[in-house]
């Protein structure tokens, strides 16, 4: 059983469109909770974190719903530069596991 | 002016050799981690080090052995490599002084990828 699962995609939209990615994990006490996003043949870069209020930073919200034990990240006005791997991170028993990402494709 | 570097990029070698990748920060960061992204794109945790004592130990084989001669250093030597352990092993550093950065996230190197033939 998997411990933190995405759905690999491709999600593939048009420009200016909205999108969201759900990513699930299974330890009812995990304690924190991150969006990555990896470009091909790159390394991670922390796109935001995710509190349980929810967040915003510009075109990009992030949600936690501890009751389902998953997060979700919406992004808005998808652009070409968007297209990229997301990958969600959820800290268990203080230690990281990351999702295997789901893959975003922008077309123009 | 790079944050987390790590050399070599690429790595090609034969098995049963013995290669270490080097990584160093410049961010004054508390801990240094190793990563491995095996073909499946998983990412997976290796080893931290919070100010020179290793506090994870996942189930990595003893081939590999993480040495950090100062805060700013963590290299990973590997030991009689394996086919299997080929793939990109990434670097990253946190400001937190825990086994997960829970709070701040990583910053990760560019990554090494080792092709064992």
């Known amino acids: 059983r998997k411990e933190v699962e995405q759905d690999p995609g491709p999600f593939n939209v048009p420009e200016g469109a909205t999108v969201a990615f759900n990513c699930t994990y299974s330890n009812s006490a995990s304690q924190s909770f991150f969006w990555y996003r990896q470009d091909c043949r790159k390394e991670p870069k922390l796109l935001m974190s995710v509190y349980s209020s929810g967040n915003e930073d510009g075109r990009f919200t992030a949600q936690l719903n501890r009751a389902s034990q998953y997060i979700s990240l919406l992004i808005r006005d998808s652009k070409l530069s968007d297209s990229a791997t997301y990958l969600c991170?959820?800290?268990?028993?203080?230690?990281?596991?990351f999702g295997r990402g789901t893959s975003l494709i922008v077309h123009p | 002016d790079t944050a987390v570097s790590q050399t070599p990029k690429y790595l090609v070698t034969q098995m049963g050799n013995d290669k270490s990748i080097k990584c160093e920060q410049n961010l004054g960061h508390d801990t240094m981690y190793w990563y491995k992204q095996d073909s499946k794109k998983f990412l997976k945790i290796m080893f931290s080090?919070?100010?020179?004592?290793?506090?994870i130990n996942e189930t990595v084989p003893n081939r590999f052995s993480p040495k950090s001669p100062d805060k700013a250093h963590l290299n990973l030597h590997i030991n009689s490599l394996e086919l299997g352990d080929s793939a990109v092993y990434f670097c990253?550093?946190?400001?937190?002084?825990?086994?997960?950065?829970?709070?701040?996230?990583?910053?990760f190197g560019s990554g090494t990828r080792l092709t064992v033939v």
């Open positions: 990253a550093s946190s400001q937190e002084s825990r086994r997960a950065a829970t709070n701040y996230g990583y910053t």
């Open positions: 080090y919070n100010n020179k004592e290793l506090i």
């Open positions: 991170v959820v800290n268990e028993h203080d230690i990281p596991t």
